[in-house]
């Protein structure tokens, strides 16, 4: 056993440049090609020993966090100690930083965060693979917040293979409450069936992938795409609104990050990035704003 008294891990929100989705499988998921990017929006979780499995939280959105054995966090704790046979003795606080339920995966985040701190703590120095598949069991955007930088998500998103990217910078716009992945999938299914004609499979954009190694906010701004934008913005109308806000103030590009609310703007550089988030946090279509760059470190364990 580890003699460390608490271990930090630091770990980025995403946001997917391609959600391709595919039509419902027989187990309710959807097969994806999903492109995900991590951004420089930052949750921690702090593992300390402790009778037993508890949680808490801090941060604007703590009040809408669940500090139940709900939190992906304390099922990523529960998981690896019944892996090894040990309980899962520990407390977890969360420094929420993520916009929750907001489709940049927050609760998956806290979820790797904690399987990585409570590895640290408990010195058991699980193989990448196994901590991989834990987080696959976890959610299907479990493994991409352990893996970070920027990746091909297929399957229902955790099977993951790295890609290139150049540095990016993002404007998100965070919505008042959240939005449940869950319907926001079940829309789709909702259109797509309303719509009637067949769904393709999922497949990567090679004319995205080349934009994200390019570099060019310009190129990857022609590429961006979303599938799940549509039903989203069926749930929640006034996003549009958001979008427009910022498109007119100079972003190259808007889209819903993965399921929503939170809208993300693709912006040509750092100072673009401050007058647009102005813009937005002026125009009353938002929350609030963040600004970040990708891609980010997946989860690390702070020194
Ligand atoms: O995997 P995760 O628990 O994060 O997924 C949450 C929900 O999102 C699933 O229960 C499912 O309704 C939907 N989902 C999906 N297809 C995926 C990923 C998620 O339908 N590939």
Redesign the pocket.
Same mark, same amino acid.
């Given at each position: 056993m580890s003699t460390r008294t608490s271990v930090t891990v630091r770990v980025p929100a995403k946001v997917n440049v391609q959600l391709a989705v595919g039509a419902?499988r027989p187990d309710?998921?959807? %097969?994806?090609a999903n492109v995900f990017l991590a951004v420089s929006l930052f949750d921690e979780v702090t593992a300390t020993p402790a009778d037993s499995l508890t949680v808490s939280c801090e941060g604007p959105d703590a009040d809408h966090v669940p500090l139940d054995r709900t939190n992906l966090a304390a099922r990523a704790a529960e998981l690896l100690a019944a892996r090894h046979g040990i309980a899962p003795s520990v407390h977890l606080h969360i420094a929420k930083n993520i916009p929750v339920a907001g489709g940049m995966a927050g609760g998956?985040a806290d979820g790797a965060a904690a399987l990585l701190a409570c590895d640290a703590l408990w010195g058991l120095d699980t193989p990448r693979a196994e901590l991989l598949d834990i987080c696959a069991a976890l959610?299907? %955007?479990v493994p991409f917040s352990l893996v970070g930088g920027a990746a091909l998500g297929t399957g229902?998103?955790e099977l993951l293979t790295p890609v290139a990217s150049g540095t990016f910078h993002w404007v998100f716009a965070v919505a008042d409450g959240g939005l449940s992945?869950?319907a926001v999938?079940?829309e789709f299914d909702r259109l797509a069936a309303a719509e009637g004609t067949p769904i393709p499979e999922p497949e990567a954009s090679p004319a995205l992938l080349s934009a994200l190694a390019s570099g060019d906010p310009d190129t990857l701004a022609a590429t961006l795409a979303n599938d799940l934008q549509p039903a989203a913005l069926s749930l929640r109308p006034q996003l549009a609104d958001t979008l427009a806000a910022g498109l007119d103030s100079g972003a190259l590009a808007a889209l819903v990050s993965g399921s929503g609310p939170t809208t993300a703007f693709l912006v040509r550089d750092p100072e673009s990035a401050l007058k647009v988030a102005a813009v937005l946090d002026a125009s009353g279509t938002c929350r609030t704003t963040r600004v970040a760059a990708a891609p980010a470190p997946g989860a690390t364990v702070l020194p």
């Open positions: 419902a309710g998921f959807h %097969d994806l998956s959610g299907s %955007d229902r998103g992945t869950p999938f079940r």
